[in-house]
């Protein structure tokens, strides 16, 4: 007790209540080759529905590693699960110019997160990438689905402004030529503008230097010539372009999906996917054929000429917000017109099963480096999209006016020393900050990602570095660990460089399908699938196998697959866990059904199970009207020993597992009696629990100096002796039925047969 100087009572506490808490043993693992999601990274799925949110739905290449993950999903809610891919897997990327879609892509493999940052993220420390080829987006995983997206970006919208200075409109060349102006800074390609004393507007062109721009009428009373006139910016947005800025009138023929104009400048203003409406029909450009022609995609229903027309940005029905303009942090800065929109579009429909799709709407971004919103969030589009995208990197943020070559905007000119700088520059070439500072086109930028590929299946080197993913247990928590079709070089590293290194695992295979799908007869397949066990040629309590396939409906496909079943049965196992306890068999007609099962194409009749049996193989049957039943509960344990079966090896899991996280709490305490007797007192009520939900039939722990030797003291060891008399599960029934002579009393004959 504390040492006290006079009379008194002091308190202290002894902590006894400490306790063995259940392990897990529900969760499964496994890798595989999937269309999408992270490379070589575990990531914990919980349904059917989340698979394909992370991974995507299967495809003729991948669906026997889809659905052994969706089948154990089918009867549980944790699996930890690796994609497993190689080199020749490669991300879609969305080219920034026409010159670019002709171009040579670099090939380009983002497997985590983390390898975009450490790669492809200069500010983090990666390597600055080029998007001389493959442009400023790249779909967020590698593989053939990123081809499925486009995205589609609309700039801010330009609202009314007096220019600066005063200008001389010259009909005959269409120029504007300014005295005390800064066209280069002030206007854009598409702008509108209006000039004092003028009916119509007058719509840019070209932005030729800061005192001089060319641009066309929209009006023909707009015919003399004038000088030191004031020019107003229109209102100009991709959201309802009001009409009078649109040039000339349109003409569409019933029946008919061709627009055809009179004096429009339709190349110059519209982009396809832009939408036009004629007449109150709204259609979506298909084709730009020329200034004077449009092809839309559904037909005209009724005849209108000399229309005038409205345009639309493709994608704004999905932003209620309405145009972007400038963020509040630009307009501190004294800076304009720094929001953009960008649309995520499944373009294939390849992702939601619906052609042209937003599966994204990223609202009011600002262009400007450091934005945030009045919450505080960083709304720089680049920060943005990395952060919440779930389809798309943005692999460099590099200057825009470099980038809009082959016809696709305008680039703005140099005024002196002065130019106008990329997306997020802080000062001019001059060290000036001009108050319009960002860049913006005068069309929204559409692209389609493209060069995504799906590469050649996985080796089993590539297979086997994924499974090794799941090998710490300190690491990843994995009890039931599927191989799905794998051969058997990969099952033989997953059993012996896994469930038996970690010891808290079991490890399930199938035969391949060739052993067991169209086979010659039944004895035939009964040799393949002894014969695959023969080639795995695992000694171990630590692996299951079953007899073969399942034939199942792939909703995602609408068609018949064939699948290997070591999902289900360690589903089963799982499903075991949650409705009685580990240490039950998972097998029979009360916890063994399989789901989804149209039909074996290995069905083993009774001869043919007593050889499967005899080479540990569980058989998997299907008995008509009680449906498919896993028929066995071996272990790949070929000598005589109770943990032959899945039970018994489960059981121990548990115990081990369970009582090895208790015990660590005993490391660093003195090896003295208190220790041992508070192991003892923490280790038995678990041991009587289990005893009493039917896991083992008796159990003894010894700790005491009987196994705490001096010497094993003076090594700084600690021992605790338990063992256990597991509970067997009946796998033979044997009904003897006894005639007995009349008069002969029971009492006599029991006993004797």
Known sequence: MAFQVSPGVNTSEIDLTNV???????????????????????????????????????????????????????????????????????????????????????????????????????????????????????????????????????????????????????????????????????????????????????????????????????????????????????????????????????????????????????????????KIVINGETKKVKTLTSNTSIVV??????????????????????????????????????????????????????????????????????????????????????????????????????????????????????????????????????????????????????????????????????????????KSAEDVDVSLLMTGSHGSTVVRHCIAQIAESRKDCVAFFSPTKAHVVDTTSSSVATTNVTGHRDTVNQNSSYAVMDSGWKQMFDKHNDKFRYVPLNGDIAGLCAQTDQVRDPFFSPAGFTRGQIKGVVNLPYNPKKAERDVLYQSQVNPVVSFPGEGTVLFGDKTQLTKPSAFDRINVRRLFILLEKAIANAARFQLFEFNDEFTRSQFVSMVEPFLRDIQGRGGIQDFAVVCDASNNTPQVVDSNQFRGDIFVKPSRAINFIQLNFVAVRSGVEFSEVVGAV
């Open 20 to 274: 063995v808490v259940s392990a897990g043993t529900s969760t499964g693992g496994f890798a595989g080759r999937f269309r999408w999601g992270p490379i070589e990274e575990v990531t914990l799925i919980t349904d059917e529905d989340n698979l394909v949110d992370q991974f995507q739905k299967p495809d003729d290449n991948n669906f026997e590693s889809f659905f052994t993950a969706a089948n154990f999903l089918g009867y549980t809610n944790a699996l930890n699960l690796v994609r497993a891919a190689n080199t020749t897997v490669a991300n879609a990327a969305a080219p920034k110019n026409a010159a670019a879609n002709s171009g040579t892509y670099v090939n380009v493999q983002i497997t985590t997160s983390e390898s975009y940052y450490n790669g492809y993220d200069d500010e983090q420390g990666g390597t600055a990438y080029s998007t001389a080829a493959n442009g400023p987006f790249v779909a967020k995983w590698a593989g053939d689905l990123g081809n499925t997206f486009k995205y589609s970006m609309c700039p801010a919208d330009r609202p009314s402004a007096t220019l600066t200075g005063t200008g001389t409109w010259a009909v005959s060349t269409g120029v504007l030529s300014g005295t005390g102006t800064l066209y280069g800074i002030e206007l854009r390609v598409g702008d509108a503008i209006s000039i004092a004393d003028e009916v119509g507007l007058h719509i840019v062109t070209a932005v030729t230097s800061n005192v001089s721009v060319t641009c066309f009428s929209t009006s023909s009373s707009d015919d003399a010539n004038s000088s030191s006139k004031v020019a107003t910016r229109q209102k100009r947005s991709a959201f309802h372009t009001i009409s009078s800025n649109m040039k000339g009138t349109v003409a569409v023929t019933a029946d008919s999906t061709t627009v055809t104009g009179t004096g429009t400048l339709l190349d110059t203003q519209f982009i396809v996917g832009d």
């Open 297 to 470: 995609d559904t037909k005209f229903l009724a005849t209108a000429t000399a229309q005038t027309y409205t345009r639309d940005w493709e994608y704004a029905g999905a932003f209620a917000e309405g145009p972007p303009t400038t963020s509040d942090h630009a307009a501190d800065k004294s800076m304009s017109l720094d929001e953009i929109h960008i649309a995520v579009v499944d373009e294939d429909g390849e992702w939601t099963g619906s052609i042209d799709e937003v599966v994204e709407a990223h609202a009011n971004l600002s262009v400007a480096k450091g934005a945030r919103d009045s919450q505080g969030e960083d709304i720089y589009y680049k920060n943005w999209i990395n952060g919440k995208s779930k389809f798309m990197w943005w692999l460099q943020y590099s200057p825009f006016e470099s980038e809009v070559t082959s016809g696709d905007y305008t680039t703005p000119a140099a005024t002196g020393s002065k130019t106008l700088r990329a997306w997020g520059a802080t000062a001019d070439a001059g060290g000036t900050q001009q108050a319009d500072e960002f860049y913006m086109p005068g069309k929204a930028m559409t692209k389609s990602f493209t060069g995504g590929t799906a590469g050649t299946a996985p080796s089993d080197a590539d297979l086997i570095r994924a499974f090794d993913f799941m």
